[in-house]
C-alpha cells in the first residue's frame, strides 16, 4: 500500500492523461473540499480521497496533458501536447501563473512499437 499525503492543494497537473479518469477525479474533488488531501492506493483498484475545507472555484487549476485529444472535463484544461517538449512545459507554468504544481498525477508509460 502506498498513500500520498498532501495539504492545500490548489494547482495538479496529471501527465498522460488521456482518458481523463485522475482528471476527472481531481476536478470533482478540488473544486469541491480542499486542504488536507490524502489519496490512498491498495493494490491497483482502491482508492480514497479524503478532503476537509471548502475552496473557491477560482483557486483551483488542474491541468491534464496528453498526446490524444480527450473529451471536455469541467474546470480542466487540456493540452494536447508531448511533455518532453519544452513548449508544453511552458504551457503548463503559464496556466499555473509562473507557481509550481502542488499535486502531479502521471501515468506515463513509454509508447512501444509493436511488430
Request: charged share 20%.
Amino acid at each position: 500500500m502506498v498513500v500520498i499525503q498532501s495539504s492545500g492543494v490548489e494547482r495538479a497537473v496529471d501527465l498522460c492523461a488521456a482518458p481523463g479518469s485522475w482528471s476527472q477525479v481531481l476536478s470533482r474533488k478540488l473544486y469541491k473540499q480542499n486542504d488536507g488531501a490524502q489519496i490512498k492506493y491498495v493494490g491497483r483498484k482502491q482508492f480514497k480521497f479524503s478532503f476537509l475545507t471548502t475552496l473557491f472555484s477560482d483557486q483551483v487549476k488542474i491541468v491534464a496533458v496528453d498526446l490524444q485529444e480527450m473529451a471536455p472535463l469541467e474546470g480542466v484544461i487540456q493540452i494536447k501536447g508531448d511533455i518532453t517538449k519544452l513548449s508544453t512545459v511552458q504551457e503548463i507554468i503559464n496556466h499555473f501563473e509562473g507557481k509550481l504544481a502542488d499535486l502531479v498525477v502521471s501515468l506515463f508509460c513509454p509508447l512501444q512499437d509493436t511488430p
